[in-house]
């Protein structure tokens, strides 16, 4: 094991890119003990990527390059910018709120920083705001993703655990909003002490449009249930709301009630049983393409092949980090390391708040080196059984460990946000690094909230009945 990591490491250190550092670090390791035949490394990394679930990375991605190529991404900003952009630092606050929507339709941080991070850190860099600045910002709130449902690691971990997935979405959201507020007060903070300005006048009109808008969706469930009651089909019902909608959106031409309506969709079709959350992906393709080419006819055959191609892109540099971190989390396993870990953690304590002190720190040092995928798939068959013993509700552990390994993709060596927004700010990845470490203060009292507050967690999951 001291080879494995201490190879990978040094090659890191030297400049080596990640995916080839975890790659030759696991050959080495293969070649020098013979654990395996040396073929095992091509059958770890084409077995790393054929996942079911993990194909909703590239739709997703695809989604929110559609959302940008239409310009859906741009309403949901410029609604954002309505509703906050007046306060103090109100780019940065936007960035926050515009996340918050956005994590409706990915799922994932890496979508939410690939898709409207790339116009906040435009926007923000535009109106003088720090390149530095701009770019912590967007990775903070791009963790929210996978709090706020739908979520990918969510459906990773309900599948590992035999947690329900449904129960696991609803208690992401209270977080979500904890979360969201933290960084607000963050960005508050630093606009005083910087002396940022407001970047968007106060004007009442805007700012009840805007709330108008957030009441119209807000509405649709609700006009769903009515009609429910007069004894019309569910499905029946979804279809009048929807064409009622789309004829208010139509006639009163509202800015961003369309794209709000995403994760409404999404959420009340995995909830419904219309599909499952990696289909859920698709249908946020397909909702984009409705957007662009029939609702407001901005997206022609060039833009929609560039969103392809922008896709392809990004999801192979991912996925090839995936390839390779799934060899390295394999030879992890064989190595008996995380197994060592959960035996030491034990024989520490048998208490239940130090073992998830212990546990928090576990995970935010695997985070450091493994894909989220496959540190769930190797961290939850260990520590499920100590979770239970300790009488810890699964549910409440799922979202400590997403939020661990969010914090996870923000820093080197294998934070994957960390390295798309160094390529869409165009910075070094140690400049990057050091502008997000400030942003880490409010995700860490957010993880110390949700440890130790477990009804921030349940409280929601357990009113609807999802959980007991």
């Known amino acids: 094991?001291?080879?494995?990591?201490?190879?990978?490491?040094?090659?890191?250190?030297?400049?080596?890119?990640?995916?080839?550092?975890?790659?030759?670090?696991?050959?080495?390791?293969?070649?020098?003990?013979?654990?395996?035949?040396?073929?095992?490394?091509?059958?770890?990394?084409i077995?790393?990527?054929e996942s079911f679930p993990l194909l909703a990375v590239p739709f997703f991605i695809l989604a929110g390059n559609l959302m940008n190529s239409a310009g859906v991404t741009g309403r949901i900003y410029s609604f954002a910018v309505s509703l906050v952009g007046w306060m103090k630092g109100g780019l940065a606050q936007v960035n926050i709120i515009g996340s918050v929507i956005f994590s409706g339709m990915s799922g994932t941080a890496l979508a939410d920083a690939a898709g409207i991070g790339t116009i906040e850190i435009k926007a923000m860099k535009d109106h003088g705001y720090p390149v530095e600045a701009a770019v912590g910002v967007t990775a903070a709130s791009a963790t929210l993703g996978p709090i706020f449902p739908p979520s990918l690691p969510f459906v990773i971990y309900g599948m590992m655990a035999n947690v329900s997935i449904g129960a696991?979405?609803?208690?992401g959201i209270l977080p979500g909003i904890v979360m969201t507020v933290l960084m607000m007060i963050t960005v508050a903070i630093f606009a005083y002490v910087k002396r940022w300005g407001s970047d968007a006048p106060f004007q009442i009109r805007q700012l009840l449009e805007a709330s108008l808008e957030i009441v119209v969706v807000a509405c649709v469930p609700v006009l769903i249930y009515l009609l429910t009651l007069t004894g019309l089909s569910i499905n029946a019902s979804v279809g009048i709301a929807l064409v009622l909608l789309l004829a208010a959106d139509w006639y009163f031409d509202f800015s961003a009630v369309m794209a709000l309506m995403t994760p409404v969709i999404l959420i009340g079709?995995?909830?419904?049983?219309?599909?499952?959350?990696?289909?859920?992906a698709v249908a946020a393709v397909l909702w984009s393409l409705f957007l662009g080419l029939v609702r407001y006819r901005t997206m022609t055959m060039a833009s929609l092949a560039k969103a392809s191609f922008d896709t392809?892109?990004?999801t192979a540099s991912v996925l090839f980090i995936v390839t390779a971190a799934s060899v390295f989390a394999w030879l992890l396993t064989v190595s008996q390391a995380a197994q060592l870990l959960s035996a030491a953690i034990l024989s520490i304590t048998e208490n239940k708040w130090v073992f998830l002190i212990l546990v928090n720190i576990l995970m935010l040092f695997v985070g450091c080196f493994l894909d989220t995928i496959a540190a769930i798939t190797i961290l939850v068959p260990i520590l499920l059984p100590l979770v239970l013993k300790f009488d810890i509700d699964p549910v409440h552990f799922g979202?400590?460990?997403?939020l661990n390994l969010m914090i996870g993709l923000l820093h080197p060596p294998l934070g994957m946000v960390l390295f798309v927004l160094s390529r869409v700010a165009k910075l070094s990845v140690e400049r990057t690094t050091m502008a997000i470490l400030p942003w880490l203060v409010p995700l860490f009292i957010a993880l110390i909230a949700i440890t130790f507050i477990p009804a921030i967690t349940l409280w929601l999951p357990t009113q609807l009945g999802l959980i007991k």
């Open 399 to 402: 979202l400590i460990m997403t």
């Open 269 to 280: 079709g995995m909830t419904m049983g219309w599909f499952t959350p990696t289909e859920a």
């Open 1 to 45: 094991m001291l080879l494995l990591v201490g190879s990978f490491l040094l090659l890191m250190v030297v400049g080596v890119p990640v995916a080839i550092s975890m790659a030759v670090a696991s050959v080495l390791y293969l070649v020098f003990f013979g654990v395996a035949p040396d073929i095992i490394v091509a059958q770890r990394m």
């Open 312 to 314: 392809i892109e990004t």
């Open 47 to 49: 077995a790393g990527v």
């Open 168 to 171: 696991l979405f609803m208690a």
